[in-house]
Each structure stands twice: as structure tokens, then as C-alpha cells.
């Protein structure tokens, strides 16, 4: 099993920044892609950004140049910088990690950690 904790959300004035953090801990052979996932209410789960073990990443459209993902290797976890925030980035994101099993790979998801951006 595989267990992802997130942190960092809260509540941010229109233009600020925020940090989110992802930990994976468990027992697993190793972690493929890491990334950060968002729903806002009335509204389906959206991907954000995602990041491969060799550091390739990818964002959606509404937050590239703001936004900026990261991944240390070493410690399993994966961050989301979110700069020049919007209203319209208040969700609830959710961490993600693609994990490398024996025969598969398997799909694991965090709690959720609120992000909230409002004067």
C-alpha cells in the first residue's frame, strides 16, 4: 500500500502564491509519474500538472506560467508552486502517483488539501 499526504493548502488573497506539498510513503518498487489534480465544486476532477521520475512535466493551460511543478526523487514527494493565483483556481487538489508494481502499475490518490483564493 501506498499512502500520499499532502499539505500546504489555504486561503490566499487574488495574486498570491502557494506551495503544495505531496509525500508518498509505503511499500512500493518505485514511483513513475507524480502530479496534481483539482476539482472545484459542480465540476469534474481536472488535471493540473504531472511530472515523470525523469522530470518531464506537463500543465494544463489555464495555469502554465503560473504554476510550476517539482519532484524530489530521494524523499517521494512532488510539489506544486502556484504563483499570481485566481479566484477560479479554488479546488480541492488532489496528489497523484502512478506506482511501478511486480506486474503493473497502480493509480493512488491523496485526501485532498483545499485551496481557497479570495479577497
Known amino acids: 500500500q501506498v499512502q500520499l499526504v499532502e499539505s500546504g493548502g489555504g486561503l490566499v488573497q487574488p495574486g498570491g502564491s502557494l506551495r503544495l506539498s505531496c509525500a508518498a510513503s509505503?511499500?512500493?518498487?518505485?514511483?513513475?509519474?507524480m502530479g496534481w489534480y483539482r476539482q472545484a465544486p459542480g465540476n469534474g476532477r481536472e488535471l493540473v500538472a504531472t511530472?515523470?521520475?525523469?522530470?518531464?512535466?506537463d500543465y494544463a493551460d489555464s495555469v502554465k506560467g503560473r504554476f510550476a511543478i517539482s519532484r524530489d526523487n530521494a524523499k517521494n514527494t512532488v510539489y506544486l508552486q502556484m504563483n499570481s493565483l485566481k479566484p477560479e483556481d479554488t479546488a480541492v487538489y488532489y496528489c497523484?502517483?502512478?506506482?511501478?508494481?511486480?506486474?503493473?502499475?497502480?493509480?493512488?490518490w491523496g485526501q485532498g488539501t483545499q485551496v481557497t483564493v479570495s479577497s
Open positions: 497523484h502517483a502512478l506506482v511501478e508494481g511486480l506486474v503493473r502499475s497502480y493509480d493512488y
Open positions: 511530472i515523470t521520475s525523469s522530470g518531464r512535466t
Open positions: 509505503g511499500s512500493f518498487f518505485s514511483i513513475n509519474a
